[in-house]
């Protein structure tokens, strides 16, 4: 465990207040202990000096490398208020207006709405108040490495709120932000954050990628809990596209230096960082999140409204900013007390941790003089209160599960990619008896639930198949023709399941065999045209109707790509030579002989 005490500008000085803090060595080893943490570090400020920072348990826990106040975290979230700062300085500069439609930024922006799209303001977005849910699984699971192919998708995403009706966390808006400085200074976000922010705070551990990380000596690696005890280490999460909303790694140390700024009210030193203005702004009440009533167990803790980038509450007294991060294998919080100039910062390599909430209450408990409340038994029964819970619902949950039914098809038969344009595609296969969803770099096995719903469970790599770890289960549909045509998944509870459409695997065909195809076929009296264009792609026409697109999916059978349900299969004579069309619709299959 390595003890700092140091001035962020200017010598080093002496401080009594870190004499307050020798007796938590013994709290926080309870901490990690009884959270089963591989390890954290925690740093405190006043106004412009740390006044403690020190690291516990490991920042590689097989190898048994301690944490240290230098050890790299993923941040997550937190990096939400220096994506947000950046449109506070553009603010300043004139460059850009908070209360102006998002669009006169980002020209080709299209929300799910016109009134989204004609209204939703950088404020909007800053104060996750658009009516958009999160639709995480969307950027999570369906990796992408474009930040525009990201922005695509946002059109086709369902509002579950009207516009200003009700706050939701959605990291959408967040990446949105990044790019409309992207937009404005001509650099990247990246850049833009090493250049106005990192390199003037003397930020220099800190990272913008996984890649970066990795690299580092520093880096800590990640860790979950298995089976309530398990320390288990797991993959760190490329988070590129999405950066803006979370992919910060930084140090406490580095951290220090970016808490300072804002309890200094934007500066660094006697430098100017952030305008005081937007300090004032960010750090202040712009959207209300819920009533937050105090509680009878904790009732001086109350309040729960959200700034530009920040999360605002009343802590025993004491107003508070802050905001948590979560990204796989680490768990942040970093937070300031403006009228009580100090700020602290907790960075944990543990999934979904609550060890920076144990640790930084704790913390402000002693800084700020207040009465000693034992956070680690109060935060530990909350936890296992919840999980009690929620195993008691799920034993009192009546099943609708309908046993001894069988899939309406043969397994091969759901096979296949299936497609929503606001997450991305899924992959279906068969393998020996069984069948597989592959969604961006997870693998899912697909149980059979009941009818043709089936429940998914994660494939890890190294760890199998766990049960244990039940998600709702996905359900097919038919078309009218009898065919498997979609799935739906609940992918994001606040609204409808959401649809994936299934997509005809097209075959690669040469040039020289679909032109075996052309020609005129007589269906009674009407004359169906069969014909290629430049491109090498094959179509259909019929009269009064517009042209069809084939895609070759087997031998001699083309589905009709705007049509589901539709299909055209060519019949060959005993030489080999094409000579009859099939229609195969859902009404039924018509004959049509091929002209001479």
């Not at 954290?40 to 490991?58: E, L, N, T």
């Not at 977005?125 to 849910?133: A, D, E, I, N």
């Not at 930084?360 to 296992?384: C, P, V």
């Not at 299934?502 to 009296?525: C, F, H, I, N, W």
């Amino acid at each position: 465990m390595l003890f700092t005490l140091i001035a962020l500008h200017g010598s080093a000085q002496k401080s009594k207040v870190s004499d307050s803090f020798l007796s938590f060595d013994t709290a926080f080893a309870r901490v990690l202990k009884e959270w089963h943490a591989a390890g954290f570090a925690v740093a405190v400020v006043q106004k412009d000096r740390v006044i403690y920072a020190k690291g516990f348990g490991y920042k590689d826990y097989e190898q048994k490398i301690p944490a240290t106040p230098n050890t790299l975290f993923a941040i997550g979230s937190c990096t939400k208020a220096f994506t947000a700062s950046l449109l506070g300085m553009l603010n300043k500069d004139g460059k850009v207006d908070f209360d102006k439609p998002v669009r006169t930024y980002l020209p080709k922006l299209q929300f799910f709405n016109d009134e989204m799209t004609d209204k939703i303001t950088l404020r909007d977005m800053m104060s996750h108040r658009t009516g958009l849910p999160r639709h995480d699984y969307s950027w999570y699971l369906f990796t992408t490495l474009s930040r525009d192919s990201l922005m695509q998708r946002i059109r086709y995403m369902e509002p579950s709120a009207g516009l200003r009706e009700k706050w939701q966390y959605n990291n959408f808006m967040f990446l949105l932000q990044g790019m409309v400085t992207e937009t404005i200074t001509g650099k990247s976000w990246e850049q833009n954050i090493r250049e106005k922010i990192f390199g003037p705070l003397a930020m220099t551990s800190s990272t913008l990628s996984i890649d970066e990380l990795v690299k580092n000596p520093e880096a800590a690696l990640g860790y979950d809990v298995k089976k309530d005890s398990l320390i288990h280490k797991m993959d760190y999460y490329h988070i590129d596209a999405m950066a803006p909303a979370g992919s910060i790694n930084s140090s406490v140390l580095d951290m220090a230096k970016w808490v300072s700024t804002w309890i200094e009210g934007g500066k660094s030193g006697t430098n100017e960082l952030l305008p005081p203005a937007y300090v004032a702004q960010a750090s202040g009440s712009q959207m209300v999140i819920s009533g937050a009533l105090p509680e009878k167990e904790n009732p001086d803790v109350y309040l729960s409204n959200y700034g530009l980038g920040w999360f605002i509450s009343s802590y025993r007294g004491h107003y508070r900013v802050e905001h948590g991060g979560n990204i796989d294998g680490f768990s942040a919080s970093t937070c300031f007390f403006p009228s009580d100039s100090i700020g602290i910062i907790v960075l944990c390599n543990q999934n979904g941790s609550a060890v920076p909430s144990v640790v930084r209450n704790l913390i402000a408990d002693k800084l700020l003089g207040l009465t000693y409340k034992d956070w680690e038994t109060i935060l530990k029964k909350a936890s296992e209160k919840s999980k009690a819970l929620a195993k008691e619902a799920e034993k009192s949950k009546i099943t609708t599960r309908k046993t001894g039914t069988t899939p309406s098809h043969a397994l091969k038969d759901y096979a296949g990619v299936y497609q929503n344009k606001a997450y991305g595609p899924i992959e279906l296969s068969v393998q020996h008896d069984s069948l597989f969803a592959q969604v961006g770099t997870h693998t899912w096995w697909l149980r059979h639930y009941h009818y043709d719903m089936f429940e998914p469970f994660d494939k890890d790599p190294k760890d199998g198949i766990d049960t244990a770890d039940r998600s709702d289960p996905m359900q097919f549909q038919m078309n009218i023709a009898g065919d498997i045509e979609s799935l739906t998944a609940n992918f994001e509870p606040s609204i409808k399941p959401i649809e994936f459409v299934k997509v005809p695997k097209a075959k690669m065909v040469s040039r020289d065999s679909l032109q075996k195809y052309e020609g005129d076929y007589l269906l009674g009296t009407i004359t169906i045209k069969v014909y290629l264009k430049a491109a090498g792609t094959l179509y259909l026409f019929v009269p009064g109707q517009p042209e069809y697109e084939l895609l070759p999916t087997d031998t001699d059978l083309f589905s009709i790509k705007i049509l589901s349900g539709f299909s055209v299969k060519f019949l060959r004579d005993d030489k080999g030579n094409v000579n009859e069309l099939l229609s195969i619709q859902p009404n039924g299959t018509f004959k049509a002989i091929r002209k001479k």
